[in-house]
């Protein structure tokens, strides 16, 4: 592997002499980090709406009226 010690002589040379990407491991662990970032995302979704759902199915056996909001109640 070289060693770059002038960065401006290195950007200024044409494409066929650099040998290599301008940082180490160039294409080999973005493809790995985007695949545990969809994970990740769907796993966050998944649990996001399961605990919303049972959020608003707790509330929506509490049946409040319309006009409930004028006696102050918590958790509306």
Do not use: C, Q
């Not at 950007?11 to 980090?33: D, H, Q």
């Not at 695949?35 to 966050?44: A, M, R, T």
Request: net charge negative; charged share 25%; aromatic share 8%.
């Amino acid at each position: 592997m070289a060693t770059v010690t002038n960065w401006i002589d290195h950007l200024n040379k044409p494409a066929e002499e650099v040998a290599g990407s301008v940082y180490p491991g160039a294409g080999s662990s973005e493809f790995i980090l985007v695949l545990l970032l969809i994970v990740v995302w769907i796993g966050w979704s998944v649990i996001t709406d399961k605990s919303e759902r049972e959020e608003l199915e707790r509330l929506s056996r509490k049946r409040h009226g319309a006009n409930d909001h004028k006696s102050n109640i918590t958790d509306w």
